[in-house]
């Protein structure tokens, strides 16, 4: 658990990966977090599958090789 903003999302995810051994993440729901998130996952040697965020700078300026997003980018209306 954390307090909601990208800096704990990312404490956590530090903690959950330094301390309990994680290496596969899911469940962020703000692009926010990710966005805070991914730059750190290779160093972690972590895996994150983001089914929530939909912001362009995650697949764009903010791509990272251990970010994966499941769902379509704010550019894409919906059908």
């Known amino acids: ?6 800096a704990s999302a990312l404490a956590a995810v530090m903690r959950l ?8 993440i ?3 729901t703000l ?3 990710p966005l805070a998130i991914a730059p ?3 160093g972690l040697n972590a895996l994150l599958i983001d089914v929530y ?4 700078d995650l697949i ?10 499941v769902t379509t980018p704010d550019s894409v209306p919906p059908r």
């Open 31 to 33: 692009s926010s977090h």
């Open 60 to 69: 764009t300026a903010g791509c990272q090789p251990n970010f994966f997003r």
């Open 40 to 42: 750190k996952l290779d």
């Open 26 to 28: 899911t469940g962020q």
């Open 53 to 56: 965020s939909s912001s362009e």
């Open 17 to 24: 990966v330094q301390q309990g051994g994680v290496s596969f």
């Open 1 to 6: 658990m954390h307090s909601g903003t990208p």
